[in-house]
């Protein structure tokens, strides 16, 4: 038995942890039910941008759990939110490749979107998050923008996502293109940069020592854990397996099967 101590709040991923694709990974409800029993506060925190907040509220919600705004942390979100911080948002023009999960959050907080490169009115940021409708013409004017001198963002750097079928392309694979386009490199947002733990951290109201972050990931979730100071669960139902633990010189703090395994540690704890 895992034994979980001194646990203030979660920070829970979610494709590879809840779900894969759209099926509910086993014991998923009964999770979400132990966590309210307990009043364990908890932010989902995922580096996938092509959903947005609400998107993902109602994702939750067609497998029986209901979760709140706040409890909802994209790495769309979070780059919105870091850059409206370094920057006035309402002066800047942003080339975006990404879904309205990405767009949403950049639009709200005041940026211009542009669709198209002109040199006289060049973009400021070329922000990149996962794109499923990715084209040539959109790789093209993006490394116009970044030749150009705009400042290269990316969401995040997963190079795979987690489906019902198996890993497939991530953003990571289209942050590699346009760095061997253009030779310019791009400042990651999203896990393991510690900025979204940070974020979620701040919203929680708690220590990063009485925090536990769980996720499938160990080049992500896992390492943005240990960067971020707080303890960690890697799960074995997404990306990372414990075979992969033998090439890395960091650890999760615990290592557990699935969701399933989680709620009966935390029933426990």
Same mark, same amino acid.
């Given at each position: 038995?895992?034994?979980?101590?001194?646990?203030?709040?979660?920070?829970?991923?979610?494709? #590879?942890?809840?779900? @894969?694709?759209? /099926?509910?990974?086993?014991?998923?409800? @009964?999770?979400?039910?132990? =966590? /309210?029993?307990?009043?364990?506060?908890?932010? =989902?925190?995922?580096?996938?941008?092509?959903?947005?907040?609400?998107? $993902?509220?109602?994702?939750?919600?067609?497998?029986?759990?209901?979760?709140?705004?706040?409890?909802?942390?994209?790495?769309?979100?979070?780059?919105?939110?870091?850059?409206?911080?370094?920057?006035?948002?309402?002066?800047? /023009? *942003?080339?975006?490749?990404?879904?309205?999960?990405?767009?949403?959050?950049?639009?709200?907080?005041?940026?211009?979107?542009?669709?198209?490169?002109?040199?006289?009115?060049?973009?400021?940021?070329?922000?990149?998050?996962?794109?499923?409708?990715?084209?040539?013409?959109?790789?093209?004017?993006?490394?116009?923008?970044?030749?150009?001198?705009?400042?290269?963002?990316?969401?995040?750097?997963?190079?795979?996502?987690?489906?019902?079928?198996?890993?497939?392309? #991530?953003?990571?694979?289209?942050?590699?293109?346009?760095?061997?386009?253009?030779?310019?490199?791009?400042?990651?947002?999203?896990? !393991?940069?510690?900025?979204? $733990?940070?974020?979620?951290?701040?919203?929680?109201?708690? *220590?990063? @020592?009485?925090?536990?972050?769980?996720?499938? /990931?160990?080049?992500?979730?896992?390492?943005?854990?240990?960067?971020?100071?707080?303890?960690?669960?890697?799960?074995?139902?997404?990306?990372?397996?414990?075979?992969?633990?033998?090439?890395?010189?960091?650890? !999760?703090?615990?290592?557990?099967?699935?969701?399933?395994?989680?709620?009966?540690?935390?029933?426990?704890?």
């Amino acid at each position: 038995m895992n034994t979980l101590t001194n646990i203030h709040a979660l920070i829970i991923d979610m494709d #590879g942890v809840l779900w @894969e694709g759209n /099926r509910a990974l086993p014991g998923l409800i @009964e999770f979400f039910q132990l =966590l /309210r029993k307990k009043s364990l506060p908890f932010v =989902l925190a995922t580096n996938n941008a092509s959903l947005t907040q609400e998107q $993902y509220i109602s994702k939750l919600k067609t497998m029986d759990v209901t979760v709140s705004h706040k409890e909802i942390l994209t790495s769309s979100m979070a780059t919105a939110h870091y850059l409206s911080e370094h920057s006035i948002p309402n002066s800047k /023009r *942003a080339f975006v490749i990404g879904e309205e999960g990405l767009r949403q959050p950049l639009a709200e907080q005041g940026f211009t979107l542009i669709d198209s490169f002109d040199a006289e009115t060049s973009a400021d940021f070329v922000i990149c998050g996962l794109d499923r409708k990715l084209t040539w013409e959109k790789l093209a004017n993006a490394s116009l923008h970044l030749h150009a001198g705009a400042k290269f963002i990316g969401t995040n750097a997963d190079t795979t996502l987690p489906t019902e079928k198996g890993p497939v392309v #991530g953003n990571g694979a289209i942050l590699a293109a346009l760095q061997a386009t253009t030779k310019v490199s791009p400042t990651i947002i999203g896990k !393991p940069e510690p900025i979204m $733990y940070q974020q979620a951290i701040k919203t929680l109201g708690v *220590a990063p @020592e009485d925090t536990i972050a769980i996720g499938d /990931r160990l080049n992500t979730d896992i390492l943005g854990a240990v960067n971020t100071g707080v303890r960690s669960i890697l799960v074995l139902t997404g990306i990372s397996s414990e075979e992969d633990l033998k090439s890395v010189d960091y650890k !999760p703090t615990w290592i557990m099967p699935d969701i399933c395994s989680v709620t009966e540690a935390l029933t426990h704890s």
